[in-house]
């Protein structure tokens, strides 16, 4: 038998991620539930005591301080240490980003278990998710931040090796495009993009090596100039301010850049464009896009 406190939550299972049920167990000497399938990723962590828990033919002692993951759909069984009971804490959630996550953290039905001392944050978090336990606006928020929070508290205590070894080359090599994508207007070099990534310089230059045949530097500069290019072709923009838009604050950086990329100087590339009329429509986009670029370079000067 055990001393529980749950509750379940009615959700949308469209959200990108969502609690589904948190609660806190005191369990007696053997208590134990499964083997039984659960419909959603479910984390419990132990609080004080002694069990084990089973999932995809292992078994694994576990001890205060210690959590353990289940699998949608995945038997489960775990059961409390007969001379010293465990207590624990758990949260079960869902969401379409739900899967991805886990992955991050690096746990899965291979590597199930983790540690962390961050026992009194993870104990309130949860405590803070049951005490707003209504199907408001409000609560819902609430709750769902809760759990983003309650995951990054158990991805600060998974070592980035284990991550590492877990998540594949493409992973990594996709959040690093993805953060250059968003981030090569602003002045950011491979180390941001590395530390982004939670990987360091070195072994980020040999994934994107292995996967794309060119270094993180390689790849972000060219980037960035296809963007300078496009802006080159779509607006009179100066070519300084399509430098800062780009990323690069000092425009003969800039302009040096561009012609070790396409053999030919900013200004020069422009002269090569054909002249053609545009309709009244282009020329007011094309306008829209002149003034968000340069509110983007007024930002960027802004000392404050």
């Not at 084990?52 to 240490?81: C, H, M, Q, W």
């Not at 983003?148 to 158990?154: A, E, N, P």
């Not at 590395?194 to 993180?216: D, E, H, M």
Request: net charge neutral.
């Amino acid at each position: 038998m055990e001393k529980a406190y749950k509750l379940l939550f009615n959700t949308e299972e469209s959200d990108d991620l969502y609690v589904y049920c948190c609660g806190l167990s005191q369990t007696l000497p053997g208590h134990s539930f499964g083997p039984a399938l659960k419909p959603h990723f479910m984390i419990h962590y132990v609080l004080s005591g002694k069990g084990s828990f089973n999932i995809g033919g292992k078994t694994y002692p576990l001890r205060e301080g210690y959590g353990f993951l289940i699998v949608p759909d995945e038997l489960a069984y775990y059961v409390a240490d007969d001379a010293d009971p465990w207590t624990y804490a758990w949260v079960g959630f869902g969401g379409k980003r739900a899967e991805a996550i886990v992955s991050q953290l690096g746990l899965s039905l291979v590597q199930p278990v983790f540690k962390s001392d961050a026992q009194q944050t993870i104990y309130d978090l949860i405590k803070d998710m049951m005490d707003h336990n209504t199907f408001s606006v409000e609560d819902v928020l609430r709750r769902n931040g809760l759990l983003s929070m309650f995951l990054s508290v158990i991805a600060s205590g998974i070592s980035v090796s284990q991550r590492s070894d877990s998540g594949s080359a493409n992973d990594y090599v996709n959040r690093a495009q993805a953060y250059i994508r968003s981030n090569y207007c602003n002045p950011i070099k491979v180390t941001d993009i590395a530390n982004y990534v939670c990987i360091n310089r070195s072994y980020l230059y040999t994934l994107f090596q292995k996967t794309l045949g060119i270094s993180p530097q390689q790849y972000l500069t060219s980037y960035r100039i296809a963007k300078a290019t496009e802006l080159l072709q779509l607006t009179q923009l100066p070519i300084e301010s399509i430098a800062i838009s780009c990323g690069y604050s000092d425009p003969l950086v800039f302009s040096k850049a561009f012609r070790q990329e396409k053999k030919i100087s900013p200004s020069g590339y422009r002269k090569t464009l054909p002249k053609s009329d545009t309709n009244a429509g282009s020329k007011e986009h094309l306008k829209q896009v002149e003034k968000l670029i340069e509110e983007r370079h007024l930002e960027s000067n802004d000392p404050n």
